[in-house]
């Protein structure tokens, strides 16, 4: 079993749409959770980072983490075409580990 | 699916040295290749992308002749933390997309190298 998992997609949303993005994982050590978002022949940039339970928001963008059910979100509301990328969880205890990323294009 | 490897996955060495971490690409060929560093309790922060055959491409606060970084075939990139100082103790991550996979973003990512310098 992969200590994460991420459903790579594509996924494809129009404009104004919520998006949910997902990831399980198996290490009930993980302590520490973030999301990624890459954009083409970029490297990845932080888009949100949290310790242990619990949601946090930022502008148009929640994290939740429910540890109870080792699951992770990232809700994208009102999305914009500029939020097409890849978007990448990643989550950390002793190690650090990413899923492999979920391809979202949003269409005007 | 693709597979990251990075070695060493740990080491520890005395101040002033000079430390090489290899990332390689087991079944893939990698147009790109990234290194991140990851401080305690912190979240992980890119240094440079390697492109193969090129000069790597440094993000800003990173010293580039302190953190040599050299991709000389499609499927292997160094990272040499030259002259070593406590500081520098951190856990160095790297990635590598893939050439021709259906999504050229794609990225894969390494299990780490923990570097912990006296």
């Known amino acids: 079993q992969k200590e994460v998992e991420q459903d790579p997609g594509p996924l494809s949303v129009p404009e104004g749409a919520i998006v949910s993005l997902n990831c399980t994982y198996s290490?009930?050590?993980?302590?520490?959770f973030m999301w990624y978002r890459q954009y083409s022949r970029k490297g990845p940039e932080l888009l949100m980072y949290?310790?242990?339970?619990g949601n946090k928001e930022d502008g148009r963008f929640t994290a939740q983490v429910d540890k109870s059910s080792k699951y992770i979100s990232l809700f994208i509301r009102d999305s914009q075409p500029s939020d097409s990328a890849t978007y990448l969880c990643?989550?950390?205890?002793?190690?650090?580990?990413f899923g492999t990323g979920t391809s979202l294009t949003v269409i005007p | 699916g693709a597979v990251v490897s990075q070695h060493p996955s740990r080491v520890i060495c005395k101040s002033g040295t000079s430390v090489k971490i290899e990332c390689r690409s087991l079944?893939?060929?990698?147009?790109?290749m990234f290194w991140y560093r990851q401080f305690p309790k912190q979240s992980l922060m890119l240094m440079a992308t390697?492109?193969?055959?090129?000069?790597?491409?440094?993000e800003q606060g990173v010293e580039k002749d302190k953190f040599l970084i050299n991709h000389a075939s499609l499927t292997l990139s160094t990272l040499t933390v030259t002259s070593a100082h406590p500081e520098d103790s951190s856990f160095y991550i790297c990635?590598?997309?893939?050439?021709?996979?259906?999504?050229?973003?794609?990225?894969?990512f390494g299990p780490g190298t923990r570097l912990t310098v006296l």
């Open positions: 949290t310790y242990s339970s």
């Open positions: 990635s590598a997309t893939q050439v021709g996979s259906g999504s050229t973003d794609t990225q894969y």
């Open positions: 079944d893939f060929q990698a147009t790109t």
């Open positions: 290490n009930s050590a993980f302590q520490y």
């Open positions: 990643a989550m950390a205890g002793n190690q650090f580990y």
């Open positions: 390697s492109n193969e055959g090129s000069k790597a491409t440094y």
